[in-house]
């Protein structure tokens, strides 16, 4: 299991370019189960390591989760609210971890703190990748929503660019357990899926 963890971490970082990072945070802000956490500060431990520059790192991370999040906006935007809530409650949504609760939940965050949501949002946990969706739903201008998007999206990559790039600082002193460290995260979240999915399973 060590080994095939230390292949995959190998691959994963000899690929990641400013390309896939734009990609990777584009798949995160939409309603894929890919969280920013697992490319941010990895891409920015690179960047420690001289392969890449940590100040494009955010940049093009930024851009990949506007982008998203204009996917997630669009389709809200223009589909509307009957046709999201049953996406999110049809096998594929399932599928990508969506339920009408979550989505529910999403859009009474945006009800509650308005427009700023949309910045705020980007920060939170579990509604981070799901905010453009109510801001599509409500007709958000476009000029908002891209300016609070890039702001609190910017925000988020900063923090996360930092601890990786710490990390990579202090990487002397934690080296013996990485390798432990990855496995039990990759494990986590491999586990996290599977439960979910299967919740998922018997609600529907």
Known sequence: MMELFHSLFDWYMANLNY???????????????????????FAAYKAGQGDLNVFLVVIFGTIGALTGSLIN??????????????????????????????????ENYFIKNGKTSTFIG?????????????AGLAKMSLRD???????????????????????YEV????FPYVGHILVVIGVLFIGYLIIKARRNRKKS
């Open 171 to 174: 990487r002397e002193q934690i």
């Open 145 to 167: 929503f891209m300016l609070y998007t890039l702001i609190g999206a910017g925000i988020w990559n900063i923090i996360l660019a930092v601890i990786g790039f710490y990390l």
């Open 19 to 41: 390309l896939t990072i734009a990609l990777l945070m584009a798949i995160e802000s939409t309603f894929m189960p890919l969280p920013s956490e697992v490319v941010i500060p």
């Open 122 to 134: 980007r920060l939170v946990p579990g509604i981070r990748h799901l905010i453009s969706i109510p």
């Open 73 to 106: 906006y669009t389709l809200a935007y223009y589909l509307g609210r009957p046709i999201v809530y049953s996406f999110a409650e049809s096998k594929i949504g399932r599928l990508f971890l969506l339920s009408k609760e979550k989505v529910e939940h999403a």
